[in-house]
């Protein structure tokens, strides 16, 4: 009776797990994700993509080129393109967000199952996932990056039960998945690298892994940094890049951005968040903590992972060259495998107390716990929506001025707004001129701009101004003659000061949110500043 009653407690349990996950992806896609910093940029350069892949460039043949590269970032880029061509650009962002709050879940679902976590941790972990995947990183808009660790989740998952028996077949599976978590972002490399690493030496010295199992299993990986390394000059890549200087801070600094991947919108707000998870995961481990248990290899395994993502925290640089947000990238991985650390613990099992108890709910699984779990899930889910609630009518408002570009117009876009907390908002919204209009801005990433999306470049990039200049009152810093020449409009966010433009324009459009000035060229060309 009492094992019939932990199944359908189990199955409820499932039940409101996956109704959770579809609220998720339902709300998100109300937030306004295209204004999410970055989005904007990639979705435009999908655009773009699609076009020169399905199109032989009908569009954009003569601004931009494609070429195929085996580097990172493209894996997404390409399915971002493919996406936008067969579904349209809506479709294809409602499928994206949700493959970007949902793949990390998913994936954690798959390590979980093979480091033998009961089922109802499983689901209980499975929420709180929701939670860490909207995160910093899905506000910025880093999407690539959001995949890299679902990617590396199942690359680890590949690594366990490899470890646990040899099959050639999975071993081919695990290269291959090593491979696309390469095109998909350069972090992915650094990332299972340390994993795979640490957990060798781990169980190099507890003798459950052979030695030669663990070079095959970081062949691959010893094999895609050495393509790296040399398939600049294999590929004849050119990339514009800026002189790098490394910057790593100090442990003051260190010790205040720990929070960093977890802060959205209001820091007290997001601590609080965070500490409802940490009750989540430490209030059924509250009577187990013990020397013996933390030594359990099951448990250690997991904590060794994450001091290992901490210390390469505190290891790497804040910024190296252009290239920002380096060393907290780590503190993505910290939470989980504390979590995971956590679920071990509070598993009968492991101490031999039920060791028939696999399908039964585990000890993290109790009311409370899940109760706790969908607290914060739910709490999380309004406090974004809140934080959002005001950027989709901002974003038809914007793209209503954007309406009134003619297509193929030349744009330059002037940033107006300040950063606000540690993302900017805003940044790239630019970029729907190239999506709603087939017209040019001088700011998608792309190669030839110093960006590592190398497989994509301008082919005749117009002048373009410090991005910075008009947050610094430097409108000297800038060749107005250069901009008449190359450009039709200027658009900038309201509001603005129209003394620092020092050109000859006329409104074209305008509205509460910005405004489209079209540039005399007559009087601005090659007349010098008015």
């Known amino acids: 009776m009492a094992a019939a009653a932990d199944d359908t407690r189990l199955r409820a349990l499932w039940i409101a797990t996956a109704a959770t996950a579809a609220i998720y992806v339902l709300v998100s896609n109300q937030l306004s994700v295209l204004l999410f910093q970055d989005y904007a940029s990639h979705l435009a350069r999908a655009v773009v993509m699609s076009d020169l892949l399905f199109h032989k460039g009908a569009r954009f043949g003569d601004v931009f080129e494609y070429r195929f590269l085996a580097v990172p970032y493209i894996l997404g880029d390409i399915a971002l393109a493919v996406a936008v061509e067969f579904l349209g650009d809506?479709?294809?962002?409602?499928?994206?967000?949700?493959?970007?709050?949902?793949?990390?879940?998913l994936a954690m679902l798959f390590?979980?199952?093979t480091i033998d976590v009961a089922a109802?941790?499983?689901?209980?972990?499975?929420?709180l996932g929701l939670y860490l995947a909207t995160d910093f990183y899905l506000i910025v808009g880093f999407l690539n990056f959001r995949f890299c660790v679902a990617v590396m989740f199942v690359a680890l998952a590949l690594v366990q039960l490899l470890r646990n028996r040899w099959v050639p077949s999975l071993y081919v599976v695990y290269c291959i998945v090593v491979l696309l978590g390469y095109l998909t972002h350069l972090a992915f490399v650094l990332f299972l690298a340390a994993a795979v690493g640490t957990t060798a030496l781990l169980r190099l010295y507890s003798r459950t892994t052979r030695f030669v199992r663990?070079?095959?299993?970081?062949?691959?990986?010893?094999?895609?940094?050495?393509?790296?390394?040399?398939?600049?000059?294999?590929?004849?890549?050119?990339?514009?890049?800026?002189?790098?200087?490394y910057d790593w801070g100090t442990l003051a600094y260190k010790i205040r951005r720990l929070d960093w991947n977890l802060v959205r919108f209001s820091e007290p707000t997001d601590l609080f968040l965070a500490l409802i998870f940490a009750a989540c995961v430490l209030w059924p481990v509250r009577k187990r903590l013990s020397i013996d248990r933390l030594g359990k290899p099951a448990v250690l395994e997991m904590l060794v992972l994450a001091a290992t993502f901490l210390a390469m925290y505190l290891v790497l640089p804040v910024y190296y060259g252009d290239p920002g947000y380096l060393d907290v990238r780590a503190l993505v991985l910290v939470p989980p495998f504390i979590a995971f650390a956590c679920a071990q613990l509070a598993d009968g099992r492991l101490a031999g107390e039920n060791p028939d108890s696999r399908g039964s709910l585990p000890a993290f699984a109790t009311a409370t716990t899940v109760t706790l779990a969908l607290v914060l899930a739910f709490g999380n889910l309004v406090y974004l929506a809140r934080g959002l609630r005001n950027d989709g009518d901002w974003l038809a408002k914007y793209r209503e001025v954007v309406a009134a570009i003619p297509a193929r117009a030349n744009v330059l876009p002037v940033r107006t707004w300040a950063q606000v907390g540690h993302w900017a908002k805003y940044a790239h919204i630019e970029s729907f001129v190239v999506t709603d209009r087939d017209a040019i801005v001088p700011t998608l990433f792309s190669g030839d701009r110093g960006q590592p999306m190398t497989y994509f470049r301008y082919l005749h990039r117009h002048y373009e101004p410090p991005y910075d200049w008009y947050l610094q009152s430097q409108p000297e810093s800038v060749d107005w003659n250069a901009v008449a020449c190359d450009y039709d409009f200027l658009l900038l966010i309201k509001p603005f000061d129209p003394d620092r433009i020092r050109l000859h324009t006329e409104m074209k459009a305008e509205n509460s949110t910005a405004a489209l000035l079209a540039i005399d060229r007559?009087?601005?060309?090659?007349?010098?500043?008015p």
């Open 214 to 245: 663990e070079c095959l299993l970081a062949l691959p990986l010893s094999l895609v940094v050495g393509w790296h390394i040399v398939s600049g000059k294999l590929l004849g890549i050119q990339q514009s890049s800026p002189g790098a200087h």
């Open 111 to 113: 390590y979980l199952r």
């Open 120 to 127: 109802g941790a499983r689901a209980v972990l499975f929420v």
């Open 90 to 105: 809506t479709v294809a962002t409602f499928i994206w967000t949700a493959l970007t709050i949902l793949s990390v879940p």
């Open 522 to 529: 007559h009087e601005g060309c090659g007349a010098g500043t």
